[in-house]
């Protein structure tokens, strides 16, 4: 109990007398004592595993070395097992088939025939060949009696029929030219024609045979007809028996032919006699003959 002033009274004093005779009576030796030899063990433990060594590097990469090669070793294995146990119970029952020749056949013709033994047609392209139809087969991939097992696609190259070139304009080339013009279009020069003419000059290109525009299979002949010149120019003597030579003679001199009478022979008159003859061929510096009555005959 306490007073009134808040300090403990004489039998509170007696009761804490007493508890604190019963807490020394407690002898604290009765709790377990720890040895020192115990906590000296514990120590060495802990000390021994901080000095055990660590695994050096090179232990570490050989480590994963040998883990790398336990895997790809396995993987092989299972490509191994999967090709040989697996994939042939997958594809157990299809039999193989031989790849018919499809030569000489249309495209459709020969996806009809593939599409009896399983087999797709595809289209790998087009060339021209003057030896097989247009629209026909001209090769094919596997060749024809390959085996094959499963749906094989078969490509195939489609014919575009004979290649044919259109014949160049020439007129005016020179020969070189022309045959650059001519080879450019898939064809080739056969032959040279050397002849006068007044169109173009010396050298340069008249006419082609076939000529320009004419169409020709591929690597088919054109000839060439060179100009060597004018050259002579010819006329065709007309028949001048029966008109009056005066009139005559002045139009053939204004043409620039030379005219000519026998001697003694009369100026005037109609004309009897002519050399060179109707109808023969002339040039300009040949001389014409002309003979008259001396006389208009009516």
């Known amino acids: 109990m306490t007073g009134a002033s808040g300090e403990p009274s004489p039998g509170d004093v007696s009761d804490l007398s007493a508890q604190g005779a019963e807490r020394a009576e407690e002898d604290p030796k009765d709790e377990p004592e720890v040895e020192a030899d115990e906590i000296l063990i514990e120590s060495d433990r802990a000390f021994a595993d901080l000095k055990r060594p660590r695994p050096s590097r090179h232990h570490r990469v050989a480590g994963s070395f040998t883990v790398l090669l336990i895997a790809v070793a396995a993987f092989a294995i299972g490509l191994t097992l999967f090709n040989n146990l697996v994939m042939p119970r997958l594809i157990h029952g299809v039999a193989d088939v031989r790849v018919p020749d499809l030569s000489n056949l249309s495209l459709e013709q020969a996806e009809r025939q593939l599409a009896m033994l399983g087999l797709p047609l595809s289209r790998a392209g087009e060339r021209f060949d003057a030896a097989v139809p247009r629209g026909f087969i001209v090769s094919q991939d596997p060749p024809a009696d390959t085996p094959v097992r499963g749906r094989r696609r078969v490509s195939v190259v489609v014919s575009l029929g004979e290649e044919f070139s259109s014949v160049p304009e020439l007129f005016g080339e020179s020969v070189r030219g022309a045959r650059l013009l001519v080879e450019r279009a898939g064809l080739r020069v056969a032959g040279i024609t050397r ?18 525009e004419g169409v020709l299979p591929r690597d088919a002949p054109v000839g060439l007809l060179v100009s060597s010149g004018a050259g002579r120019e010819y006329f065709v003597m007309p028949d001048l028996l029966g008109r009056e030579i005066a009139g005559v003679r002045r139009q053939l001199e204004a043409l620039g032919f030379k005219v000519a009478t026998p001697p003694a022979a009369p100026s005037i008159g109609t004309i009897v006699l002519q050399e060179p003859a109707p109808g023969s061929q002339i040039t300009r510096d040949q001389t014409i003959l002309l003979q008259a009555t001396g006389r208009m005959i009516r």
């Open 195 to 212: 002849a006068p003419s007044s169109e173009v000059g010396e050298g340069l290109v008249v006419a082609s045979d076939p000529p320009a």
